[in-house]
């Protein structure tokens, strides 16, 4: 058996049934005499007219003389200590000492609202009648139970006694957590496993005092002795302070370790992109933070560097993007991993020219910095061809039918069209933006016009939209 499990099995086979309430009258009043450390039971609570009767020392609540019919009695459970209740059985007794007619005919039980069950044929003297609650789920594991009897007959002149109503719960108490927890690496996607017992009753969890419902962090109560809490998938090393609740008390804490896995690099997704994109490849790993340059195709490229110089960017110890180039040549591509200066890894990727035209800009870019270039490839369009860049402020098209259609310039009245430039990629720099452009958007397209004119409509790119921003 699994040494972590023991504590828990042992825990549940020592316990025992408790008494969470137990009105006896026997000093002709209404208090619960249970014994049941983890819980408080109020005093009963009758809406209708009740008397004490004491016959040879032994006290019985009975159903008064002015009783006619229908009425509740009441009382609560509510847990201490953050311990959670688990009722199972409610019992009522009749009186052993007189008999009656058909005074109480019929009980009626709610619990939390829940319909527990209704019973007839009650008389004196000594008829026990038992609800089972156990099989009604919304009552297990909660911080209050609620009772309500709801009592139903007539009184004939005689009355109904009650020797005792009882409530038992399994004595489970409240959950424990065994504070020894395996350390996980940084490298897989394991999640921790948490012992300890009666887990079922926790409701909230907190990683370093932040909800997991407002972190990345997350859990699963298994069963009543195990749980799983999995990290986010970033699985940054260090010390994590774990803190269980159940009805909003804390009943347990520990310390989740998250150690520095190995150094590895996987293999890079997608392995080819075309030499104008958008798009970057992605080389998962594990310990990647340690990763201090980079180089593609032999050339360093720089965190935050140009769309046409190409860029990385770790996202976390376990996943790097890198963005080649722009209008590379054709050709299978080495990435390569550096640490102060020594090489830790390399991999290759493919660059494929675009069978359709195609363009790439920034989604964002920041005004008053660096010139901004767009890049522009023919898609494989008959030699020689011109490829020209149009920019515009409204994404409105402008069609000619038969010769071109563009998705912008406001049928042509709203456009800018560069110097064509010999294909088959080429870059347009619309120099430095500024300031006034903040807050706007500037839509690109590119268009190839082949120059024996044997293609029309002229042939062009999918529109290209950048956003500004103030630094």
């Known amino acids: 058996m699994n040494r972590f499990l023991l504590p828990a099995v042992l825990a549940l086979a020592a316990a025992a049934p408790a008494q969470m309430a137990l009105y006896e009258f026997e000093n002709s009043d209404l208090a619960s005499s249970d014994t049941d450390p983890t819980s408080v039971a109020s005093d009963l609570v009758p809406s209708l007219p009740i008397m004490f009767y004491n016959r040879d020392g032994l006290d019985n609540l009975c159903l008064g003389n002015e009783w006619r019919n229908g009425g509740t009695i009441r009382f609560s459970v509510t847990a201490t200590g953050g311990n959670s209740l688990y009722p199972t059985l409610l019992k009522m007794r009749s009186s052993t000492l007189q008999p009656s007619n058909n005074v109480l005919t019929a009980i009626a039980v709610y619990v939390n609202g829940e319909y527990a069950g209704r019973t007839t044929g009650i008389r004196n003297p000594d008829t026990i009648r038992t609800f089972d609650l156990r099989g009604i789920s919304a009552l297990q594991g909660v911080g209050q139970l609620n009772v309500e009897l709801r009592v139903e007959g007539q009184n004939d002149n005689d009355m109904f006694e009650f020797d005792y109503i009882r409530m038992d719960g399994d004595g489970r108490g409240g959950p424990t957590i065994d504070p020894r927890v395996k350390a996980e690496s940084s490298c897989k996607d394991d999640c921790f496993s948490i012992n300890g017992t009666s887990l079922t009753s926790i409701d909230q969890v907190k990683i370093d005092g932040v909800d997991t419902n407002s972190s990345d962090w997350d859990y699963t109560v298994v069963s009543e002795t195990r749980m799983e809490v999995c990290p986010p998938a970033a699985r940054n090393p260090g010390n994590y302070r774990f803190e269980a609740f159940s009805n909003g008390q804390s009943v347990g804490t520990t310390t989740l370790t998250i150690v520095q896995g190995s150094f590895n690099v996987g293999y890079p997704s997608p392995d080819q992109l075309f030499t104008v994109t958008g798009e970057c490849f992605e080389l998962s790993g594990c310990d990647l933070s340690s990763i201090d340059e980079l180089r593609f195709g032999g050339q360093v490229i720089h965190v935050g560097g140009s769309l046409g110089d190409g860029s990385w960017k770790l996202i976390n110890d376990r996943l790097i993007e890198i963005c080649p180039p722009q209008c590379l040549p054709p050709g299978q591509y080495s990435i390569k991993l550096y640490t102060n200066g020594s090489r830790r890894a390399t991999r290759y ?91 706007r958007t500037l839509y690109f397209q590119g268009a190839i016009l082949v120059l024996d004119g044997s293609v029309l409509p002229i042939p062009v790119t999918e529109v290209c939209a950048t956003t500004y921003v103030q630094n």
């Open 349 to 439: 990727v493919d660059l494929v020219e675009p069978t359709v035209p195609t363009i790439s800009c920034q989604e964002e870019f920041e005004v008053e910095g660096d010139p901004q270039c767009i890049y522009i490839h023919d898609g494989g369009a008959p030699q020689p061809n011109l490829v020209f860049g149009v920019v515009s402020p409204s994404n409105r098209p402008s069609v000619m039918p038969g010769l071109i259609q563009l998705g912008i310039g406001d049928n042509f009245q709203m456009y800018f069209c560069n110097i064509g430039q010999q294909g088959p990629c080429v870059e347009y720099c619309v120099g430095s933006i500024p300031s006034i452009l903040a807050g």
